[in-house]
């Protein structure tokens, strides 16, 4: 997808993200972040880092937007919004962005100015970019035999009903 130009709404919503993100200094325990979610210029949702408040290490700002754009908007697909976040997203949150099909990603501090204050963002993104028997954080596992077939039944099962005459 090419670069899509700055929008004459970007600055306006990227400063709400950074203003999020600067009112987490004020609460103990929380770290600068601040993301919030835009559909047809409206604010669907907001969220900032509560990863240490909520002892949850998936609660980082994009993906409590997320969590309150789809309680707002009663469903998890956002093919017409905007995310605005006041950093470059860690890998989690970009795929999280991803999963809710999110057309457009704006943000300001990059993944440098992240890993310049200790975050290690960068880092996970190169060890998910390597083959998993190269990867030194987690020691992946796969079983294999009936394991495998039970869990991919599963998914077949779903898909079947999801998708009725769709080839196995």
Partial sequence: MPYAPES?????FLEQAIAISRRALEDNGKTPFGALVVIDGKVVGTGTSSVVELHDPTAHAEIMALRAAG?????????????YSSSEPCPMCLAACYWARIPRLVYAATSRDVADHGFQDLRYYRQLALPNPER??????HLDGDLREGAA???SEWAARLLPGRPR
């Fill in 8 to 12: 004459s709404q970007d600055r306006t």
């Fill in 71 to 83: 309680q707002a908007l009663g469903r998890h697909l956002m093919e017409d919004a905007v995310m």
């Fill in 136 to 141: 030194e954080l987690l020691a992946e596992v």
């Fill in 153 to 155: 039944g599963a998914l």
